[in-house]
């Protein structure tokens, strides 16, 4: 149906970049919603930032001005791009697509890839 595949996740060091990519497939209906979630160890899983398909964002206030969500919508592709980040960062980033299906909507999520910040 809508299958969501991660990438770029990796351990960094306290200040450094990552980019994180998450590429969709499948049966897609062009109006939706992407965003990023992550979930730290012993905490419940939250919100980084989302997009729409007419680049509406919104992001978690801890991540302003260090963290910038885009997308593709040629390649239905989203993307994260992680600058001067903090060890609080940690956590494991799954990727979230949002949209109708009937008279309700659908939800689908990726795998999931390991953010590691760290001296």
């Known amino acids: 149906q809508v299958q969501l595949v991660e990438s770029g996740g990796g351990l960094v060091q306290p200040g450094g970049s990552l980019r994180l990519s998450c590429a969709a497939s499948g049966s897609i209906n062009g109006i939706n919603t992407m965003g990023w979630y992550r979930q730290a160890p012993g905490k419940q899983r939250e919100l980084v930032a989302v997009?729409?398909?007419?680049?509406?964002?919104n992001y978690a206030d801890s991540v302003k001005g260090r963290l910038t969500i885009s997308r593709d919508n040629a390649k239905n592709t989203v993307y994260l791009q992680m600058n001067s980040l903090k060890p609080e960062d940690t956590a494991v980033y799954y990727c979230n697509l949002r949209s109708l299906r009937g008279s309700g909507t659908a939800q689908y999520w990726g795998q999931g890839t390991q953010v590691t910040v760290s001296s």
């Open positions: 997009i729409t398909s007419v680049f509406s964002t």
